[in-house]
Each structure stands twice: as C-alpha cells, then as structure tokens.
C-alpha cells in the first residue's frame, strides 16, 4: 500500500499559497517504515516539444504575476525525476526583465536546491533530486 502526499516545502516561495507548488511525494512502505519511493513518483522524460509548449506559455517569472507561477512544472519535473528536462524548462522559459524574487537562474536554481535540503523527505529523494530516477546514486 502506498501513501500519496505532497511536500509543502514551497509554500508561500515567492508566491501566494495558492500559487505555491506542491509537488506530489508516493511512500511505500520499506523495512517497516513508510519512505517516499522514487520507483511510484518517477514519470516519464517529456519530449522537447512539451517542455518547449509549457516554456512558451511563460509571460512572467513573477510571483505575482497570476494563479500559476512559473516555477511550479520545473519543481514538479524534479520531483518526477526529470531534473535534466527541468533545467532545459527554464532555460526556455527564463525572462529576466520579470523577475522579483530571482536575481538570475543561478539564483533560481540556488534558492530550489536550498528549499530540497529542507524537505522531510530530502534523507530519502536526495540522490533523486540531484541524479534523476534513471541515474540515482546507489
């Protein structure tokens, strides 16, 4: 039997609560104790078209800039185990005349790995976050 949460680590990042991302977390249980299990959060790699679509819909980077802010499918595609279609969102989908809460990607990016550290389930997605699911860490 699985468990599926959310990880509410982003709430109010840069953004309202409505706006804050709450990327999905599946635990199983392991060796007694339920864990989140990459195996049921991974889904598959989407193609360069779909990132490119979801990038071109971007107007602002903006937390303020509407009911969804940019940031939310980069940190769902991490959680998913896509960081790599993750980075090529953002490098599509960046503008840097918009940004209030983001000096640069870099900032960006700094601030996202900062937040994961913060996360319940970080001891258990780490090599996740940081390899995807097909290239974790053993």
Excluded at 21 to 45: C, E, F, W
Excluded at 67 to 82: K, S
Aim: charge should be negative; hydrophobic fraction near 35%; glycine fraction near 4%.
């Amino acid at each position: 039997m699985e468990i599926v949460t959310t990880d509410d680590i982003f709430t109010y990042w840069n953004t309202s609560y409505m706006a804050s991302p709450m990327p999905t977390v599946i635990l199983s249980l392991q060796n007694g104790r339920y864990k989140a299990d990459p195996t049921y959060m991974h889904k598959k790699v989407p193609t360069d078209d779909e990132i490119a679509k979801m990038a071109e819909s971007v107007t602002s980077w903006s937390g303020s800039a509407g009911p969804e802010v940019a940031w939310i499918y980069p940190i769902d595609l991490i959680y998913y185990g896509n960081r790599e279609s993750a980075q090529k969102y953002v490098d599509l989908a960046w503008r840097d005349n918009t940004n209030e809460a983001f000096k640069s990607k870099e900032d960006f990016w700094n601030q996202i790995e900062s937040k994961l550290t913060t996360s319940p389930y970080y001891a258990d997605l780490w090599p996740y976050f940081w390899h995807g699911y097909d290239n974790k860490a053993k």
